[in-house]
């Protein structure tokens, strides 16, 4: 384990806090560790009653480009990811689950961010819309489960929980309602 021997906050913004920690290693080395501070989150993989997986196009503007995604968000303080992984789905696609399976979860890039994803399985979908101020520009696309594989091995799908999340439910051999 290492010691943190200093910490400084370089930088807080609205999604995210940046700090700089000098570190004392095992071996009595000093060095600095950049983290970034990222609340939890929820990923979701819904399901519809044919089986397709429900998933959000998005411009990301951090690798410059629209990405395919299974929705995502940020847990509001005092919120449980359950609530979160309702709100999320209603705000981004239009639809609120009537069964919700938690599937597990991981750190998104551990090496320097402290967010944790939720990851869950959402069906028996019906129509709610919640509007939220940074979703409009979001694009619902149904993609057959069938065809997911071959999706992440092109790259069409290329994020990490995205990834994750859909090898997880065809791992399990989950199908939806």
Same mark, same amino acid.
Do not use: W
């Given at each position: 384990? =290492?010691?943190?021997?200093s910490s400084k906050v370089v930088y807080e913004g609205r999604a995210l806090k940046l700090r700089?920690?000098?570190? $004392?290693?095992?071996?009595? !080395? ?8 990222? +609340?939890?989150?929820? %990923? ?5 009653? +044919? ?9 990301? +503007? %951090?690798?410059?480009?629209h990405l395919l995604e299974i929705p995502a968000g940020s847990i509001?303080?005092? =919120?449980?990811?359950? *609530? *979160? #992984?309702?709100? =999320?789905?209603? =705000?981004?696609?239009? &639809?609120?689950?009537? !069964?919700?399976?938690? $599937?597990?979860?991981? &750190? /998104?890039?551990?090496? &320097?961010? /402290? ?6 399985? *959402?069906? &028996? ?17 149904? #993609? ?8 992440? %091995? ?7 929980? /995205?990834? %994750? ?5 065809? /791992?399990?051999? $989950? !199908?939806?309602?």
């Amino acid at each position: 384990m =290492e010691k943190t021997i200093s910490s400084k906050v370089v930088y807080e913004g609205r999604a995210l806090k940046l700090r700089v920690d000098t570190v $004392l290693k095992p071996d009595g !080395k000093t060095t600095t560790r950049e983290i970034v501070e990222h +609340k939890d989150c929820v %990923a979701v993989v819904v399901l519809d009653q +044919k089986d397709n997986v429900i998933m959000v196009r998005q411009y990301r +503007k %951090a690798v410059g480009k629209h990405l395919l995604e299974i929705p995502a968000g940020s847990i509001d303080d005092g =919120e449980q990811p359950i *609530a *979160a #992984v309702r709100r =999320e789905l209603q =705000e981004e696609i239009g &639809y609120l689950p009537n !069964k919700i399976d938690k $599937l597990g979860g991981f &750190y /998104s890039t551990p090496g &320097y961010c /402290s967010e944790y994803l939720h990851l869950y399985m *959402a069906s &028996y979908l019906i129509p709610s819309r919640l509007e939220a101020e940074d979703t409009e520009d979001i694009k619902v696309e149904r #993609v057959p489960l069938s065809r997911i594989p071959d999706m992440i %091995a092109s790259g069409e799908i290329c994020d990490a929980k /995205s990834v %994750a999340g859909l090898f997880r439910v065809i /791992s399990l051999g $989950l !199908k939806g309602s």
